[in-house]
């Protein structure tokens, strides 16, 4: 009987940990904004086969296209959690950009971003902030990328799960034997 508690909870903590590997779940609405206007961020209406400014756009199948109203960025979003951020100009991103992301999942807690190939900006800098558990700011400035219209890869990620301290699971583990000792008694 024993047995079977302990390969049960066991089975439990893995359902969990994989659970948890997925970032995004299909159909999760993202809405976003560039420079502070939902306008500027126009996202790619699947049902209407058009670009949409302000839309919340549904995670379908596996991503999720954004481009700036000018056409010079895009971004698409992946369901893994994949960040690719398009320079469409030619010339680079001059100047500062601030692209926000909201997701409209109350049970995704992400973590803060980070950038896959580095080695792909040739200057700037691209930075992460995470502005709540589920929104994120990338502030581009001056981003220069190794080619025309080529892209630079990010990498959402979910928010570590905090792990009880040791000194909690030794008083757990000694309270455990002391109740243990007391029921035999």
Known sequence: MKRLSLLAAAG????????SAAV????????????????GLLGFDEA????????????????????????S????????GSL????????????????????????????LPT?????????????????GPQSVRLTLTDARID?????VDAQLALAPVPEPEPAALLALGLLSLAARRRIRR
């Open 84 to 111: 690719r951020l398009w320079d469409n100009s030619g010339t680079g991103l001059l100047g500062t950009h601030v692209i926000d992301l909201r997701f409209a999942d109350a049970s995704l807690r992400l973590g």
């Open 24 to 39: 995004l779940v299909p159909g999760t609405p993202v809405a976003g904004a560039l420079d502070g206007d939902a306008a």
């Open 73 to 80: 960025l895009a971004l698409d979003l992946g369901s893994d």
């Open 12 to 19: 439990v903590l893995m359902a969990a940990s994989a659970a």
């Open 147 to 151: 080619a025309s219209y080529a892209y």
């Open 115 to 131: 950038l896959s190939a580095p080695a792909q900006l040739l200057s700037g800098t691209v930075q992460f902030q995470l502005l």
């Open 48 to 71: 209407a086969q058009a670009y949409v400014a302000g839309l919340a756009v549904p995670l379908i199948d596996s991503d999720i296209e954004f481009v700036s109203a000018d056409y």
